[in-house]
Each structure stands twice: as structure tokens, then as C-alpha cells.
């Protein structure tokens, strides 16, 4: 790892030595996992050229007086590829300087085996991934990102500020998790304000990416990215498609925290048991990742301490719903507002319509934007969780008909 001061990167379940040790045909299971991921950002280029190629070769099919009109389309193609290297240039970089590679035991020997010899193997999803992995760090690391992350980051960071006051606590003693932590961007703000933060994140795609920037990159905006040459559709200009965004912004290794900063890989659900934990869990666009979403707010409920609040920002996408051989519920909000009370929090603040985007391209003639919920939930003083199941539903219900779940209210 490179060194980072008050950093660290804890590799667990199956992406350490000791895992390996403990149970081999899951340390091989994640050794193949992570093959897997690091063929596709290695096939990057090679996937993006093919459908560069595919297009000239059908405006090469064209008639002449066709092809004459579409000269600067053309060019722009060649364009399109010199951004394609440009990207397969940093992901070089990002793999040449990780130190997760090594505790995967993945030699760049095997992966290059594996592409020339499975390329096509290599899973359409993976592919999908390492595009919005670019199109992740461009959203947390650079200033064209500073918009989405004031709509997303921002509320969440103040309502932190307001439970757990700087100027009336010892803050760098208040414990703040992240799943889902992504890019790491918003663990890293909240540990710059002295907090103890630790992100958690599950994609391998996600934690090569946050590694990079946090413990290797020494220099404000020192590399560039096309996040959006990937987009073929909806360019009002062709300059939109190989704009490009610089990062990372801040530069960690000169803006160390001044809390303590560490980022855990591992499933949310696995790695996270231990009850009464923390003082404040952190989610944004999270908790939807879930395949049953009531164990995401179990489990945040169990390693909270009694006290410590819940702060929520996000939709409800439900990334596993209508995915083939994938389970999912898709429970509403007001369902979510139901099981919230049932499992045992109180809560403290709820909202509907924060308007936040995504990874979005700003210059796109197409742009999704979601009105996301936003709560505030604390777990009572005198834990609850171990009630009567109809104990629950009854004061669940009665916390129901007192929460306005459409503007903030006080329960």
C-alpha cells in the first residue's frame, strides 16, 4: 500500500493472506473473482475500439456522397479512439500501482493469459462496470462532480455536523460508517472533519478505483479521464463525447484527514455482526442494493450504538430487481417507513424529493435525475430490538400514524 498517514485499506474476506489460510476455495473463489475484474479493465480498450471499428466500418459501406457529409463524424471517430487510450492509460495505472493486486494474488502473467485466451468470456456486465467505474470517479474526484456531490454528500455531512457537533464533542471519538462507500469520497470528507470513518464497499471495481486516488495519487487534477466517450447517443455537440474531466480535485496525500480513515472490502452483511458499533451510519444511494432490504436496516440498527443515528440519502432502484437468478423485494417508501419503526428506530427527520443525479453527463441531451429520500433515524437509548413481535407492529403502527413520511417531521 502506498503510505498514507491516519489511511489504511483493511482487505478482508478472501482478499488476504490470512483468508487464504483460513479457507482456501474462498480465497480461490475471490483470487478467480478478481481475475475476472482486472481482465475487463484490461480489455477496456479492445471492447470500446470493436465498437468504434463496427461504426466505420459501416460509414466506410456508406455511399460517397453519404461519407462526404460525415467527414468531421468521422474525424470525431478518431477522436473517440484517442480518449479510449487515453482511459486504458490511467486503468494501466490504476492496476500497475495497486496494492490490492498483491493481495489478491493476481499476476498480471495470469490475466494477460486469460485475455488472450478468454476474451470472450469476459461477462458484458464486467464491461458495463468498468465504464461506470471511470464514470464513478469523475462523480467524486473531479470538479465537474462537485455539483452531484453537493445534491448527494452535502445533506448528509451536515446532519452529521448537527448530532454530532464539532465544537461541543471530541469528534475524532465518534465512530461513522459508510456502506457502500464507492469511490470513497464521502468517508474521506467526513474523516477531513476529524471524524473516525470507515467506508465499506463490496466491488472490486470500486475499491481498485478508491485505492488509487487515496494512497496514489500525489498530485491535485494529475490525471485526465473521458468519462463520457463511452456515450454514443443524445451529443449535442461532438466535443461533449471526449470532454474532459481532470482529478482527483483534492489531493489526499497532501490533504491527509485529520481523523482516522479506513476503507473495509467485504459484503456489508457478512462483514458487519458485531452489535453496538458505531455512533452513525452513513448511506447514500445504498440501501437499495440489497436483495432483501430489511436486512440492510436490521443490521444498521444492530451495530449502531443506543443513540447513534442512521442518516439515509437516496432512491429506492433495487438493483436486484428483474435481474435474471436474482431474488429481490421492491418495498415502497411507506413500507420502508413501516419496517424502520418495527425494527426499533425512532424517526427523527424524513423527506421525499431531493433531487439528485447520478454519474450523469451534464452536456447530455438525456439526463436521469431521481427525487431521493432523505432520513434521519436514531436507535433508542434502551435498545428495543428484542420486543414481541406484535409489541413492534403495535408501536410501529402508532409511530406511523404520527410521521408525515411526504416533509420533515418530529416523531
Wanted: glycine share 4%.
Amino acid at each position: 500500500m502506498c503510505d498514507m498517514p491516519n489511511t489504511s485499506l483493511n482487505e478482508l474476506h478472501g482478499m488476504t493472506s490470512d483468508c487464504a489460510m483460513l479457507n482456501p476455495e474462498v480465497a480461490e473463489e475471490e483470487r478467480q473473482n478478481m481475475q475476472k475484474i482486472i481482465a475487463a479493465l484490461r480489455y477496456y480498450r479492445t471492447h470500446l475500439l470493436n465498437r468504434v471499428n463496427k461504426t466505420t466500418n459501416y460509414l466506410n459501406s456508406l455511399p460517397k456522397r453519404h461519407q462526404d457529409m460525415l467527414v468531421k463524424y468521422r474525424n470525431h471517430l478518431n477522436a473517440v479512439r484517442d480518449c479510449i487510450d487515453k482511459n486504458q492509460m490511467v486503468i494501466k495505472k490504476m492496476l500497475r500501482d495497486n496494492s490490492l493486486l498483491g493481495g489478491a494474488n493476481v499476476g498480471p502473467e495470469i490475466i494477460q493469459k486469460d485475455l488472450d485466451g478468454h476474451a470472450t468470456k469476459i461477462r458484458h456486465q464486467d464491461m458495463e462496470h468498468a465504464q461506470s467505474t471511470l464514470k464513478a470517479i469523475a462523480r467524486d474526484w473531479s470538479i465537474e462532480g462537485a455539483e452531484e456531490r453537493e445534491q448527494s454528500y452535502k445533506p448528509i455531512i451536515d446532519a452529521i455536523e448537527h448530532y454530532y457537533n464539532p465544537k461541543d464533542l471530541k469528534i475524532n471519538e465518534i465512530k461513522i460508517l459508510v456502506p457502500g462507500s464507492g469511490l470513497g469520497r464521502l468517508t474521506y470528507e467526513l474523516a477531513c472533519r476529524g471524524y473516525e470513518c470507515e467506508g465499506n464497499e463490496f466491488s472490486y471495481f470500486m475499491l481498485l478505483a478508491s485505492n488509487f486516488v487515496l494512497n496514489c495519487c500525489k498530485e491535485e487534477n494529475m490525471h485526465t479521464l473521458y468519462p463520457w466517450v463511452h456515450q454514443n447517443v443524445n451529443n449535442l455537440h461532438r466535443a461533449d463525447q471526449v470532454a474532459a474531466v481532470r482529478f482527483p480535485d483534492v489531493c489526499p496525500d497532501k490533504n491527509k484527514p485529520t481523523g482516522l480513515l479506513s476503507i473495509v472490502a467485504g459484503d456489508f452483511l457478512e462483514v458487519y455482526k458485531t452489535p453496538n458499533c458505531f455512533h452513525c451510519v452513513a448511506t447514500c444511494f445504498f440501501i437499495d442494493c440489497a436483495n432483501n432490504v430489511v436486512d440492510f436496516i436490521e443490521t444498521i440498527y444492530n451495530i449502531l450504538m443506543p443513540g447513534g443515528i442512521w442518516v439515509n440519502l437516496g432512491p429506492l432502484l433495487y438493483h436486484f430487481s428483474d435481474v435474471p437468478n436474482e431474488q429481490s423485494i421492491e418495498p415502497t417508501y411507506e413500507d420502508i417507513i413501516h419496517i424502520i419503526n418495527c425494527i426499533g428506530f425512532e424517526v427523527l427527520t424524513s423527506k421525499t424529493g431531493i433531487r439528485t443525479k447520478y454519474a450523469q453527463n451534464p452536456q447530455s441531451m438525456l439526463k436521469s435525475e431521481y427525487e431521493s429520500l432523505f432520513w434521519i433515524c436514531r436507535k433508542p437509548l434502551t435498545d428495543t430490538i428484542e420486543a414481541t413481535v406484535d409489541g413492534m407492529q403495535s408501536s410501529a403502527e402508532s409511530r406511523d400514524e404520527r410521521c408525515d413520511i411526504n416533509g420533515y417531521t418530529e416523531c
